[in-house]
């Protein structure tokens, strides 16, 4: 039975940060001796990534003796949007406050929403493409992406026919090996290192951008309500636009005046959206 963790041709290895894509590189070491002549780990880095999230990544890079490429966008290549521009980072030089995420807010003079997921395209998406072309100068590459089994939806959507692969042909080994959340879990339970982030059955709600718009809004009232200051940068490029990241819901203001005012405003069954981040 083919190991869907070997790599044999270019591949990049979408490190999200989370717990599901870091099990995911270490099965890769593991199947393939380390890290592959043909494979780069890349790491996007938005800046409203939770600093635990960030030392994690850093972690599992000095741990496992993988190197990490970190990444951040900068801006776009004139003429047009049609390519980025990034910097090479690491963890002691990483923006912790925003900084790509809010000059992309800027450069397109709104923010993003759930159909328009400029975020997930540039930040992240845009920013790997421009580096495996202008670093590695490849043309073609697969992605290897953290969508488990217990994800189906997910990775239909990645395997539908005709879907755009400009980022890359989509490979998803945990999906393939059958791989589940508790799989993950169990996993990082035996391990002697850990994310430092909670753990609510095999999910992972503080991670990634802190109050992504993607996240249910009940869960984003319940982490403002833990540490109110989450919601200044939000409201604030909601303000210096003067649109919102998704209107189907309050402001991140109004939803910072819920949570000072301890009201329950929000569906708790809601699902997350799911985005390029993964876990």
Same mark, same amino acid.
């Given at each position: 039975?083919?190991?869907?963790?070997?790599?044999?041709?270019?591949?990049?290895?979408?490190?999200?940060? =989370?717990?599901?894509?870091?099990?995911? #590189?270490?099965?890769? #070491?593991?199947?393939?001796?380390?890290?592959?002549?043909?494979?780069?780990?890349?790491?996007? !880095?938005?800046?409203?990534?939770?600093?635990?999230? *960030?030392?994690?990544?850093?972690?599992?890079?000095?741990?496992? =003796?993988?190197?990490?490429?970190?990444?951040?966008?900068? =801006?776009?290549? &004139? &003429?047009?949007? +049609?390519?980025?521009?990034?910097?090479?980072?690491?963890?002691?030089?990483?923006?912790?406050?925003?900084?790509?995420?809010?000059?992309?807010c800027r450069a *397109?003079?709104?923010?993003?929403?759930?159909?328009?997921?400029?975020?997930?395209?540039? %930040?992240?998406?845009?920013?790997?493409? /421009?580096?495996?072309?202008? $670093?590695?100068?490849?043309?073609?590459?697969?992605?290897? #992406?953290? #969508?488990?089994?217990?994800? &189906?939806?997910?990775?239909?959507?990645?395997?539908?026919?005709?879907?755009?692969?400009?980022?890359?042909?989509?490979?998803?080994? %945990?999906?393939?090996?059958?791989?589940?959340a508790q799989d993950?879990?169990?996993?990082?339970?035996?391990?002697?290192?850990? %994310?430092? *982030?909670?753990?609510? !059955?095999?999910?992972?709600?503080?991670? !990634?951008?802190?109050?992504?718009?993607?996240?249910?809004?009940?869960?984003?009232?319940?982490?403002?309500?833990?540490?109110?200051?989450?919601?200044?940068?939000? /409201?604030?490029?909601?303000? %210096? +636009?003067?649109?919102?990241?998704? !209107?189907?819901?309050?402001?991140?203001?109004?939803?910072?005046?819920?949570?000072?005012?301890?009201?329950?405003?929000?569906?708790?069954?809601? $699902?997350?959206?799911?985005?390029?981040?993964?876990?």
């Amino acid at each position: 039975m083919r190991d869907s963790f070997k790599i044999t041709e270019p591949t990049c290895i979408s490190f999200s940060g =989370g717990r599901t894509s870091a099990y995911m #590189l270490w099965r890769v #070491l593991q199947s393939n001796g380390g890290l592959p002549a043909e494979a780069v780990v890349c790491f996007q !880095n938005t800046g409203k990534e939770m600093l635990e999230t *960030l030392d994690f990544v850093h972690e599992c890079s000095q741990r496992w =003796g993988v190197p990490i490429v970190w990444l951040e966008w900068t =801006g776009f290549e &004139p &003429p047009g949007r +049609s390519r980025c521009l990034y910097r090479v980072v690491e963890r002691a030089t990483a923006a912790t406050q925003g900084e790509p995420f809010a000059a992309l807010c800027r450069a *397109l003079a709104v923010p993003p929403n759930p159909v328009a997921r400029t975020c997930t395209s540039y %930040l992240k998406v845009k920013t790997m493409i /421009a580096y495996l072309k202008g $670093e590695r100068g490849w043309d073609e590459w697969d992605v290897m #992406l953290g #969508l488990r089994a217990d994800e &189906p939806r997910r990775v239909a959507r990645m395997r539908a026919p005709g879907r755009d692969n400009r980022g890359g042909v989509p490979s998803l080994p %945990l999906a393939s090996a059958g791989i589940g959340a508790q799989d993950v879990a169990r996993f990082w339970r035996a391990q002697p290192f850990d %994310l430092r *982030l909670p753990n609510n !059955n095999g999910k992972t709600m503080h991670g !990634n951008c802190d109050l992504c718009f993607l996240k249910p809004a009940a869960q984003i009232q319940s982490l403002i309500a833990e540490r109110p200051e989450r919601a200044v940068w939000w /409201a604030e490029q909601e303000r %210096l +636009s003067g649109a919102t990241f998704r !209107n189907d819901r309050p402001s991140y203001a109004q939803m910072a005046a819920y949570a000072a005012a301890q009201r329950d405003m929000f569906d708790p069954n809601e $699902e997350a959206i799911a985005c390029f981040c993964g876990d």
